[in-house]
């Protein structure tokens, strides 16, 4: 019975843990704007304009999202959808990779916070 009970608590703690740490997270445009940075801007560059190091090898290019006529083009569910699932996914580039599996929803919530931030607009 002891080693029931803590075999429990072990799977409890390794397993509910993570789930009511990433349930605390909230979204926010500066916690958006440090993925991007780290993540985004090889290829977007670091203000956004589509101009990463990585950009010029790239076919076709990064987007621009400081661009507020193309950005409002799209919802923010577009934008969730390609960080999400990547450019294939959405029937974009197949050189933009999927996030989904490293990033958390609140994480992804926050990179099209600072999307929206970057174009200075709002989605459809």
């Given at each position: ?10 799977l ?5 843990w ?13 916690g958006?704007e ?14 956004g ?29 577009d ?10 996914s ?9 996030w ?7 994480e ?5 916070l600072?999307?929206?931030k970057?174009?200075g607009c709002?989605?459809?």
């Open positions: 019975m002891k080693n029931s009970v803590i075999f429990f608590v072990a409890v703690f390794t397993v509910g993570p789930l009511y740490a990433a349930a605390k997270e909230k979204p926010s445009p500066a958006g440090k993925l991007y940075r780290r993540y985004c801007s090889p290829c977007h560059g670091t203000r304009d589509g101009r990463g190091f990585n950009a010029k090898n790239l076919d076709p290019r990064p987007a621009n999202h400081t661009d507020a006529e193309m950005m409002s083009t799209r919802t923010d569910r934008l969730y959808d390609v960080i999400y699932g990547g450019g294939r959405v029937g974009k580039s197949t050189l933009m990779p999927p989904g599996r490293n990033f958390s929803k609140a992804i919530d926050s990179l099209v600072y999307l929206r970057l174009c709002r989605g459809l």
